[in-house]
């Protein structure tokens, strides 16, 4: 499946800003973003339930563009999943091969066999009020299955699920997509479903895909700083490239100078501002002064069961450090003087201006004093 230079406006909002992604068969893509990022009107594109201003979309050499929606021959598993009330389970999942015109007896084989995909058997008779929001889920999951489609696309399609319910429905998609051997595109605006399900992970921001790859590329390598503040608790911190020599990037942090990492198309200058990302858990801290660590004071020391988050201030800037609680290393004081290090390759730095509004709640909530910090 392929996307190509596909746009779309809603009057003067750039819904999907000029995307191109390919997605390759058989393969588990998840578009992640905030809300707002233009994940939905993506996917409804790539349905036909959007028409796009520009681009197009491919499956295999097959230009479906132009192509209505039932021709496309893709499954849509929706948000809201909209069972038809008055029709029983079965009926729900034959519905769209019926108004195809399949037989009554070829129709009765894919709703049957479309059921036990999803593990329904039993509940054929039952309409959608008598069922739990996990089996209402998995209603709509067969529907979507019932053709046989090679591609299956979802919006978000667990939101309304407990958490228990969602991950058990998880496993099943998942299941799914390796028993058949499809392609399926998930949307979602949860960082660890994406991470989790995935096999590559596309993040948007503003209708754009800031980075496309492989969950732990995104995590460990991340292209924009928008992508190290999305994914996971990151510090970020301000920083000046002081040497560009080498292949060697040096950035100042404290009264010290640290090896960082730019993205690939960046070519920083002496000089220049920076912001740098660093993962609280690829801190050690230390009770020795070495050159490569940089030393603060310890303030707040949280507790949380298997790790502990130690905050540390650095000059006028502040960095979280989470740990195993059993390391010894981590039971320090506040007001100590401790030591941080790090493997060189963990401090990521980018050039561009960072968009703290454009962070969502789910890192916000974790690194808010983090970001005042930063901006104080
Ligand atoms: P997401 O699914 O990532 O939350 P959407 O694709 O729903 O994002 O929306 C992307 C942008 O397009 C948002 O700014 C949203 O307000 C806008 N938008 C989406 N659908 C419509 C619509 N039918 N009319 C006007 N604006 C829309
Ligand atoms: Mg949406």
Known sequence: ?????????????????????????????????????????????????????????????????????????LGVVFQRYALFPNMTVADNI????????????????????AMDLVDLTGLAHRR???????????????RALVYRPPIVLFDEPLGALDRKLRE?????IRRLHQELGLTMIFVTHDQEEALVMSDRVALLRDGRIEQFGPGHELYDAPATEFVAGFLGRTNILDSTV???????????LGDRRFPALFPADVRPETGQKCRVALRPEAIRLSRNDRPASLSGQVGEVVFSGPTTTVR??????????????????????????????????????????GVPGARTAATANNSQSVMEGIHS
């Open 312 to 353: 540390v201030r650095v000059g006028d800037q502040e960095l979280m450090v989470q740990g195993l609680s059993s390391d010894p290393a981590m039971r320090v004081r506040e007001g100590a003087t401790v030591h941080l290090e790090w493997d060189p390759a963990a401090l990521r730095a980018f050039t561009s201006p």
């Open 94 to 113: 034959g519905y769209a091969l019926k108004v195809r015109g399949v037989s009554r007896s070829e129709r009765a084989k894919a709703v049957a066999e």
């Open 242 to 252: 002081t040497t560009v020599a080498g292949g060697q990037t040096q950035v100042a």
């Open 1 to 73: 499946m392929r996307v190509e230079g596909l746009s779309k406006y809603y009057g003067d909002v750039h819904a999907v800003d000029n995307v191109t992604l390919t997605v390759e068969p058989g393969e588990f893509v998840s578009l992640l973003g905030p809300s707002g990022s233009g994940k939905t009107t993506l996917l409804m594109a790539i349905a036909g339930f959007e028409k796009p201003d520009s681009g197009e979309v491919y499956v295999g050499d097959r230009r479906i563009t132009g192509l209505p929606t039932h021709k496309r021959n």
């Open 168 to 172: 058990q429905v998880q496993l099943e």
């Open 128 to 142: 959608p009020a008598a069922l739990s929001g996990g089996q209402q889920q998995r209603v709509a999951l067969a």
